[in-house]
């Protein structure tokens, strides 16, 4: 079982540029999340979507768009890439409430 | 903003000893979830917590959510190696439909 499937596993930008991280999951899940970790910071909410046709901006959503492709798509994208956008994302899914979320690989994204 | 804090930041501890992690939270929390994040790895729940009170056991893992619902623990005994990793808590709020995770503990085990 996939589970949930983050692309890339790795990328580098240049400060200015745009990209979009693809997650999806097979486990029929409703809910679907981003997340940024930082060193000392936890695992921070960008964006979630509480099911299909919805999104909602968590903690830290400035500088980052997302878009609910369907049940299994949620994507992340980032307009115009900064420095301070240096840092491994997180995407994850539950079936919603009040259950496990299942977290992808992550992505490790350098901004120069 | 909702927001979870966890102490300690970081733990090292000889292998043997017991290890214990602080989970508070600005707000009442409707459940208390933890996870373990090996190092490179990405995170995997352990656990969930509804009731007040409540205490759940996992060999050497004991996990309380408070009577308020605004904070937990996590307690290791007699931690081994394999337990290295950074460990956090979630929660979510009366109603909401988001999933915040705490700061994290990390913590290291030497042998």
């Known amino acids: 079982n996939a589970g949930v499937t983050q692309t890339p596993k790795f990328q580098v930008l240049k400060t200015g540029q745009s990209m979009t991280l693809q997650c999806a999951q097979d486990m029929n899940h409703n809910s679907m999340y981003w997340y940024r970790q930082d060193p000392g910071m936890g695992l921070r909410l960008i964006y979630y979507s509480a099911s299909e046709g919805t999104t909602d901006k968590g903690e830290v959503p400035n500088g980052y768009n997302v878009s609910r492709l369907n049940k299994r798509e949620f994507s992340l994208r980032l307009e115009s890439a900064a420095p301070s956008q240096t840092s491994v994302y997180f995407c994850?899914?539950?079936?919603?409430?009040?259950?496990?979320?299942?977290f992808g690989q992550g992505t490790r994204l350098t901004v120069v | 903003g909702q927001q979870v804090m966890q102490i300690p930041q970081y733990q090292h501890v000889q292998e043997g000893e017991d290890f214990t992690t602080y989970c508070n939270s600005s707000?009442?929390?409707?459940?208390i979830q933890w996870y373990k994040q090996r190092p490179g790895g990405h995170p995997v729940f352990l656990i969930q917590l509804v009731k007040s009170g409540e205490v759940k056991k996992q060999k050497r893992l004991t996990f309380q959510f408070g009577e308020a619902k605004k904070n937990s623990s996590l307690h290791i005994t007699a931690t081994q190696t394999t337990d290295v990793g950074t460990y956090f808590c979630a929660g979510r709020g009366t109603g909401a439909n988001n999933l915040f995770f705490g700061t994290g503990t990390r913590l290291t085990v030497i042998p």
């Open positions: 994850a899914s539950n079936v919603g409430g009040n259950t496990e979320a299942f």
């Open positions: 707000t009442t929390l409707s459940n």
